[in-house]
């Protein structure tokens, strides 16, 4: 089964082509984050339209089928200890969930791309929407191309927001986004008469910081910890998840200041100062000339009145989300016997102060999650998991329980198991899909000859975790299918958007899928990571005006002011 939301027009009158959302992975999921991403994210469009989105094969909601719980319960110990979780130990993990899937008669090669393209048509049809629009992030992005190849029929028009297509060898070439990153800051510098005058050496400082830190890290001071090799790293690929806002801006001056041992505009960079959102007069005042004072009183009434009201709708999302676990509860019959069970026992174990008990007692409430629910089970638990003390008062309050109440309890360990496990599934998740399709078309001989071409070679120091990924593929059974791998071809009207600050996937993989296409244009954007609708409401509206009219001529201006606002050194 596969779980979907569909978000609701805000009008009475809506288009009949809605937006899908297709999420990112493989294995992300969407519908378990509606209010904290898909929501927000979409709400401009739900002026005129209703917003999809649905939780792909192996991904969020619709992953139990490849979900290896027994597996999981049996690592429980080296998830609360990530320590002990080892490479060695990781691949061992994954090679056992195979092998589990596999026993269990799982038919992994089912869950790909291209049947996910097939649901995403059977999804829209089955709602009742024969024409629609996609937007697709990230992996979102080869399945919408996917669609637009595989089952066309009916789409009115794609945007292709950070772009992974499926003929880029995206494993092998791991790197690639991140050297992107670092070019386009060097690039836009050199472009900007300001900056490059008052750095014209930028390259060549930065390549002797990355020499410098590589021999000898300026040393933990200042009450921040030592500036390293890692850190120049992260200096360019914090700007791709808004770890860093507005960083760009100031990479000239701290690569200076760590070529002379210096860190004062690091160490402000790295504490959160440039995250601070501007102010209502902040954002007015680049128009404060063309502004008379009522209607400057007028739009500052409106800006403050736009953000309550932002705020107060996620209050409201959370609010219904916690009303509807309410009502979910009341109709299930349950007492609030569950709750003072689960408190009793939970009391009781974490009063032992013992870790070996409390983590046994884990991996055996981790076991529930996968059994139907019983009070026998729940007496065999208390019995040879908790203090006999405590035992005779917690089975007192089982035997009051209904089987609704028994239901409810179990249910409510299967969510917090399943959370605990998140991590650990969205891998398994990626790994079922990648392993079989992208994988065989990269290989570790490419991977490596890749890291050795590398004009920034420091990043090859921050490649272990995709080359594990090699390691952990041979687990899994290759399932090519012919002719993925190729460039797609449409006439779909298209938008492409790619991020300069992207780590995550390529601006040149971005553009040589438009050139595949016939009918696409490509937009990049200073100042923004993977997902360009997260980053600026100058690409959200973008992409909602070429969804509004995919063949209209689109007002791109804003682009412009995207631009870093170069931090020049004093005097």
């Excluded at 959102?277 to 000339?289: H, N, S, Y």
């Excluded at 041979?474 to 600050?501: C, K, M, Q, W």
């Excluded at 040589?512 to 937009?523: F, I, K, Q, T, Y």
Aim: hydrophobic letters at 40%; proline letters at 6%.
């Amino acid at each position: 089964d596969l779980a979907f939301a569909v978000l609701k027009a805000r009008t009475q009158s809506p288009v009949p082509d809605p937006v899908i959302y297709l999420h990112g992975g493989p294995g992300g999921g969407a519908v378990k984050s509606l209010a904290g991403i898909v929501q927000p994210l979409f709400e401009d469009y739900r002026g005129r339209r209703d917003v999809v989105t649905f939780d792909q094969r192996a991904a969020g909601i619709s992953s139990d089928m490849v979900t290896c719980f027994d597996t999981l319960g049996g690592n429980l110990y080296e998830f609360l200890d990530p320590s002990q979780f080892t490479d060695e130990k990781q691949n061992t993990f994954f090679q056992t969930c195979a092998e589990e899937l596999n026993a269990k008669g799982n038919n992994l090669s089912a869950y790909n791309t291209v049947h996910n393209a097939l649901d995403v048509q059977a999804l829209m049809l089955a709602l009742g929407y024969p024409t629609y629009n996609i937007y697709g992030v990230s992996y979102g992005t080869t399945l919408g191309l996917e669609v637009m190849r595989s089952a066309p029929e009916g789409v009115r028009s794609v945007v292709l927001d950070s772009v992974s297509p499926p003929q880029a060898k995206v494993y092998e070439e791991n790197a690639k986004p991140e050297q992107e990153g670092i070019q386009a800051v060097l690039d836009q510098c050199a472009a900007d008469e300001a900056c490059a005058k008052a750095y014209p050496d930028l390259e060549t400082v930065l390549m002797r910081v990355a020499e410098q830190l590589q021999k000898a890290p300026i040393p933990a001071a200042r009450g921040k910890p030592e500036v390293t090799i890692a850190t120049l790293i992260d200096l360019f690929d914090g700007r791709n998840q808004l770890k860093y806002r507005n960083a760009t801006a100031h990479i000239p001056l701290i690569l200076t200041e760590w070529d002379r041992g210096e860190t004062k505009t690091w160490d402000m960079l790295s504490s959160g100062a440039t995250n601070v959102q501007p102010g209502t007069a902040e954002r007015l005042q680049p128009f404060a000339g063309r502004l008379t004072p009522d209607h400057t009183t007028m739009a500052r009434m409106l800006l403050d009145m736009a953000t309550n009201e932002a705020k107060e709708d996620q209050t409201q999302y959370a609010a219904v989300q916690a009303l509807a676990e309410s009502i979910k509860t009341k109709a299930s019959g349950a007492t609030d016997l569950t709750g003072r069970f689960g408190d009793m026992v939970q009391a009781s174990i974490t009063g032992t102060h013992s870790k070996d008990a409390i983590l046994t007692f884990l991996k055996a409430i981790a076991d529930l999650a996968t059994v139907p629910p019983s009070k026998d089970t729940l007496r065999n638990l208390v019995t040879t998991q908790l203090p006999a003390a405590d035992q005779p008062d917690i089975l007192a309050v089982l035997d009051l329980m209904t089987d609704a109440d028994v239901a409810a309890f179990f249910a409510d360990v299967s969510g917090q198991v399943r959370a605990s496990f998140d991590p650990m599934v969205g891998a398994i998740d990626l790994f079922v899909v990648a392993c079989q399709e992208s994988v065989p078309f990269n290989t570790r001989a490419g991977f490596e000859a890749f890291n050795a071409s590398l004009k920034f070679q420091f990043l090859a120091s921050d490649t272990g975790v995709q080359a594990q990924m090699f390691d952990i593929c041979e687990s899994f059974t290759p399932a090519p299918r012919d002719g993925y791998h190729d460039p797609v071809t449409s006439s779909i009207p298209a938008l492409v958007l790619y991020g300069l600050n992207d780590t995550q996937t390529s601006s040149a993989d971005a553009k040589d899928a438009a050139a595949n296409l016939g009918n696409a244009r490509v937009l990049g954007f200073p100042e923004t990571g993977h997902g360009a609708l997260m980053f600026s409401k100058c690409a959200k509206d973008i992409g909602l005006a070429f969804i509004e009219q995919p063949e209209a001529e689109l007002a791109t201006a804003c682009i412009e002011g995207l631009k870093p606002k170069w931090v020049l050194p004093p005097g």
